[in-house]
């Protein structure tokens, strides 16, 4: 059974920085998409970052040179190391795998997923 455990949210001041680990357990794959998503109450879930199985990478414009997606496959960890942060970051990230590496960024397409950490980020 697949489990995606998430870890590193907290309450940070604008413009700090953190580092979410998503331990991931039972997956084995050849082909795969990971990312890490992220939803503010009140809206709708959102893509941030994804990795795929060749080691390319995707993000969303909001966080495009603040955010950086890593993985470590030897410990089948996934990172999100988070910088600048901004009030607007707040939101609560999940950790997401799937086998189909088509559109990594599109919560839909996520066969798997973590319980979340939350990030709050004060101004």
């Known amino acids: 059974q697949v489990q995606l455990v998430e870890s590193g949210g907290g309450s940070v001041q604008s413009g700090g920085s953190l580092r979410l680990s998503c331990a991931a357990f039972g997956y084995t794959y050849s082909s795969y998409a990971m990312g890490w998503f992220r939803q503010a109450p009140g809206k709708e879930r959102e893509g941030v970052a994804a990795i795929v199985s060749d080691g390319s990478t995707s993000y969303a414009d909001s966080v495009k040179g603040r955010f950086t997606i890593s993985q470590d496959n030897a410990k089948n960890t996934l990172y999100l190391q988070m910088n600048s942060l901004k009030p607007e970051d707040t939101a609560m990230y999940y950790c997401?795998?799937?086998?189909?590496?088509?559109?990594?960024?599109?919560?839909?397409?996520?066969?798997?997923w973590g319980k979340g950490t939350l990030v709050t980020i004060s101004s």
């Open positions: 997401a795998a799937s086998y189909n590496e088509y559109d990594p960024l599109n919560p839909y397409g996520m066969d798997y």
